[in-house]
Structure formats: C-alpha cells, structure tokens
C-alpha cells in the first residue's frame, strides 16, 4: 500500500521491526539521563539541550547531540536510550521525507505529531523493559495554524501540548519550576522574549539543571561545550552558533560576584 | 503464435514502431549542470513530469502519466528504504537504475503478452561537488545512458542528440541559473521544434522536404518558438541546488522566481 505515503508501513513490509523485543532484565544501566527543554519566545520556539549521556553514574560522551532537526520546519529533542530515540528520529525523518516526495505535499503537523506517538506505543514494550524508554519533546512549525508549537510526550506514547513550555530528562524537575517562577512573576513572560534574551534563559536552565543532577552536562568553557540550542520559526529550524552562545555566556551566564 | 523466434522478433520491432508513435507529441524534458547544481525544465499540460526522487536525485519523464507515476513509486520505494537502511549517500542515481527499474522496464518491454511501460525517463544526480553530477537516460526498452554536463530526452534520438549538441555548444563551463535556464528552455524549444517538423513530414508527404533541416537556432527565434508553443501550458522547472541548507536539495522554482529568470522576451503569461 505506497500509494498512501507510509514509510513506516512500507518498512515493516520489508521485515523492518522496530526497537527489539522485551527481554533484558531491569538492573541493567541504560544511558538515559539529560536535560531538554523548550519554550516559546516571541518569534516562535526555542529548543534546547544538553551534551552529556551517561550510563550510571559514569559520564559516556560529553558531546552529544539531542536536538536533532527532522526536517526544515520540526525538531525533536529526545531524553531517554539514545539507541532507540535515535532510531525512532531516524525513521521519522524518513517518513516525512517519503510522505512529501509521494503524496506531493507536506505531512501536516499533526500528521507529523501521530507519527511520533505511533513510533512510541510500537516501542511499549521495550520502554516498560527498561531497554528502551525513550520521553521526547517534538516542536515544530504548524502552517495551518501559523505559529511553532511544543509537544511531549511520555514514555508510553501519550501526547500533551506544552503551550508555554516543556521539559523531559533527570534534570528537568529542577528547571520546570524556574520556568514556572519566570513566567508568572518574571520582569515579562517567556513569549516576549527576544532570540537573545531566550538564548540567556535557556543556557542559566541548562547551568541550573547541571547545578543539581550529575547527569546533565552544562556548559564547559574550558573544552568549549556548550548547549545545543535551535530556534524554529516560520523561515525554518536555526541553529545558535558556539560563537554567539560563548559571548552571551561569559556576559550574562557567569556569576559576576 | 511467439513461441517461434521470428515472430518474437516481430512483436518487438512493432512494439517500437509504437512506442515511437506514443512519444511523437510528447515535451521533451532538459536537465543542464549551473553553478550551484542541476536545473531541470520542461513543459507540462496537466500532470506534472518532474519530481523529487530523494536527497539529491530528481526525475523528469515523458509519456504515459500513469506508467511514470508507477516507476516513479518504485523508485522512490527503493530510494527510501535503501537511505534509511544504509545511509543517503549509498542512493545513488546509477544503482537505482541499474539494479531498480531499467530491468523492470526492460522485462515489460520484452514481455510481448503484456503492455510496456511507455516512458523515458531521466534522473539527475546531484552530486557531491561541482563536476560530479550524474545524468541518466533510461529508454523505453529498458536501456539507459550515463553522462555528465547535461542529458535530455524527446521524441526520438536524433531530436535528442540535436537538443544536446545545442546544450554543449552554450558554454564550456557552468552557467549562472538565468543563463541555464534561458540555455535550457531553447533547447527545450529546439527539440520541440525539430518534433513538429517530423511529424508534419510523415504526416503531409515529402513536399515538406525543405523545411526539415533544423533551421535557425538563434535565441530569438527559438524564444519565438517557445512563447507559441508553451502558450496555454505551463513551464516546469526545478532545481536541485548544493547550497541549500538541510539534507534535501531539490526545489520547485516558484511562478515569481521563474518570471525574474526566464528570458525577458519570452515573457510568457504564467498562471
């Protein structure tokens, strides 16, 4: 059945399964923690993330990529077993590609939102296991709606709108609260922030979320790590550069006491 | 009745004979390497006949939509599954010819009891540095030509060779996009030209003789020819560009972008 723009179906066709079956046992360390986060600021959403995975209490690689683009117009952050989330980022990408190439238009956001929860209820079982729980945060720029939105989702594959903001990862307890303190009583809400101003919030979070769970990375100035942070609007997903993320971090991030 | 060979042979050559007839009105389609990648024109009635195949694949064809919409399923079948189960730079132009549909298209045509595909088809492969693209042609018996620079296909080999000497003769080196597409629709206006006059030629008898050679193929003239013969249809072109950002490259040039790039006398009314 092509002919209905289905890449995950057409995969599956081929023999393709996805995530392995439930076996493992629950003991085991799977690398999963993290912090990511996403707000809307005043030109559309913000998506940001940390580069630590670790496994345990031992950190495994410290330049990590979780925000990953899918395609010009949506991101997904992931939080969980880098393994699956990337596979599942991979398949997406794939589908939304086959979709706009065989039906000749785009898959609408919501489309694009089914697809990411049907990946995460086909993984269930692998979730439940311990071997593959994966709780990700997809964002993206809805065109009949005309503005970015924020979605997460849970480890089961339910899906909720982050209409102000969302976060995912071990360190995320720490950093919704401020979000929730910034946006209430802050000098003006997240939504009227500038890129530069949103820039600084998501990298004092990140600071904030390393600050209180060993699992988040933060930022490194002496290996020059920093965050990564995308910007989705309307003209596409935007990457800050290291080089503009440095300066705005020495300026308005480093305790000045 | 073609269990024996010479009837074989016979089924074949008139199943040419018609596909050549099938093809005699059809708009040829021109592929031509510019400075930032490959830009692709024809001019199209009704269905579209150039698409987006993968990354940095993309197809024109002509003939029968419905055969076209079906090859073009396969391959963007196999495109997809091949980048995603080993990686996009293992999609490349020639496999996807070789090993996917030329045999295909090949068996449909050898298999006298069932239809063939009636279909030309061209790919352009983008590819990873200037220079490095990839243009094929797969006939519709199945065989298939690989080049570089530029690849068209029409009606019939001798229009296209015509098209494609007039492609090499523009410049030794890439062209800007406006000169590329301007470079591309005279071609295209060539090769329709030099289809019109072997029709009319079979049609009307020989006192045409005359009028066969090609005639002038100044830009004014070919423009001319355009502006009559894509009146009421509409100009496709697309481009598969190496400065875009992300991992697809290829894009539909938009009815505003076309206008700034088409040549000013052609000035067609686009709808």
């Known amino acids: ?257 | 009745m073609y269990e024996e060979p010479y009837r074989w042979v016979e089924a074949v050559g008139n199943r040419r004979q018609y596909l050549d007839e099938q093809f005699k009105q059809g708009s040829p389609v021109v592929a031509l390497a510019y400075e930032q990648g490959i830009v692709l024109l024809t001019v199209s009635k009704g269905t579209p006949k150039l698409y987006e195949i993968y990354d940095r694949l993309a197809l024109g064809g002509m003939g029968h939509p419905a055969d076209l919409e079906k090859l073009r399923f396969s391959l963007l079948e196999m495109a997809h599954v091949e980048g995603f189960n080993r990686s996009p730079s293992d999609v490349t132009g020639s496999r996807m010819v070789k090993y996917g549909i030329a045999p295909v298209i090949k068996q449909a045509f050898e298999e006298v009891f069932k239809a063939p595909f009636i279909v030309k088809i061209l790919l352009a492969e983008l590819g990873p540095k200037a220079g490095r693209d990839a243009f094929l042609v797969i006939n519709y018996d199945g065989t298939f030509e690989e080049g570089s620079g530029c690849a068209v296909v029409a009606a019939t080999r001798q229009v296209e060779q015509e098209m494609a000497t007039y492609l090499r003769g523009q410049s030794s080196i890439p062209l800007p996009l406006d000169r590329a597409v301007g470079a591309a629709l005279r071609a295209w206006a060539l090769g329709d030209r030099a289809q019109r006059r072997a029709a009319e030629e079979t049609g009307g008898g020989e006192e045409t003789k005359a009028g066969t050679q090609s005639g002038a193929a100044d830009a004014a003239t070919l423009d001319a020819h355009f502006r009559h013969a894509a009146a009421e249809k509409s100009v496709e072109c697309a481009v598969l560009d190496r400065t875009q950002p992300g991992s697809s490259k290829y894009r539909t040039l938009t009815v505003e972008e076309l206008g700034r790039l088409l040549p000013p006398d052609v000035n067609l009314s686009l709808e």
């Open chain 1, 1 to 257: 059945m092509g002919m209905q723009g289905d890449f995950f179906q057409l995969l599956k066709e081929q023999g393709y399964q996805f995530g392995a079956p439930a076996t493992a046992g629950s003991d085991l360390e799977m690398p999963n923690a993290t912090t990511i986060l996403a707000f809307k600021y005043r030109d559309g959403v913000l998506v940001a993330g940390d580069r630590r995975a670790t496994a345990g209490n031992m950190v495994m690689y410290d330049r990590t990529d979780k925000v990953l683009e899918i395609d010009r117009h949506s991101v997904m952050a992931i939080a969980g077993v880098p393994a699956t989330a990337y596979e599942m980022v991979r398949v997406l990408e794939h589908s939304f590609k086959y979709y706009r190439r065989t039906q000749l238009q785009e898959l609408s956001f919501e489309g694009k939102l089914r697809a990411v929860s049907k990946l995460l209820k086909e993984n269930v079982a692998a979730a439940l296991a311990g071997t593959g729980a994966v709780a990700p945060i997809f964002a993206g720029y809805d065109f009949e709606q005309e503005s970015a939105k924020i979605y997460f989702y849970d480890i089961l594959g339910a899906e909720f709108e982050g209409v102000e903001y969302a976060v995912s990862g071990s360190g995320s307890p720490t950093i919704r609260g401020i979000l929730h303190y910034l946006n209430t009583w802050g000098e003006q809400p997240l939504s009227a922030l500038s890129e530069e101003q949103s820039t600084v919030q998501a990298l004092r979070l990140l600071t904030s979320a390393a600050e209180f769970d060993s699992a988040t990375g933060g930022v490194n100035r002496e290996a020059n790590l920093y965050p990564v942070i995308k910007f989705i609007t309307a003209g596409g997903v935007r990457t800050m550069p290291d080089a503009q993320l440095k300066p705005l971090f020495e300026a308005k991030v480093v305790r000045h006491v």
